[in-house]
């Protein structure tokens, strides 16, 4: 089964920009959307964007649309999510995943990283 590690996660000052990644642990990766959530602290996990498998249409939250892009390299067999214009309420773990299709129902994701922590303040 996959595996992921996110990583580029830390502390930026409001305004900021941060770019995380998604590394897959093997090949297979072009098979599958994968989607970006985060958990602020008390609140519950949320989509952030996905990016589908074979026509890599992309999809965003809202809160994020025109700050944060997705993309993907399946050759490296990594996912990106390049968050810009970074607010204190972006704050929160977070985690990539895999399904089989872009999917609002989390419970549709079968791979999930650990989570790598972002923190926006000044």
């Known amino acids: 089964q996959l595996q992921f590690v996110e990583s580029g996660g830390g502390l930026v000052q409001p305004g900021g920009s941060l770019r995380l990644s998604c590394a897959a642990s093997?090949?297979?990766?072009?098979?599958?959307?994968i989607g970006w959530f985060r958990q602020a602290p008390g609140a519950e996990r949320e989509g952030v964007s996905c990016?589908?498998?074979?026509?890599?249409?992309?999809y965003y939250a809202d809160s994020v649309k025109g700050r944060f892009t997705i993309s993907r390299d399946n050759a490296k067999k990594t996912v990106y999510l390049q968050m810009n214009s970074l607010k204190p309420e972006d704050t929160a773990v977070y985690y990539c995943?895999?399904?089989?299709?872009?999917?609002?129902?989390?419970?549709?994701?079968?791979?999930w990283g650990q989570g790598t922590q972002v923190t926006v303040s000044s």
């Open positions: 093997e090949l297979g990766l072009d098979y599958y959307a």
């Open positions: 990016i589908g498998s074979s026509d890599g249409e992309t």
């Open positions: 995943a895999a399904a089989t299709r872009c999917s609002g129902y989390q419970n549709e994701y079968m791979y």
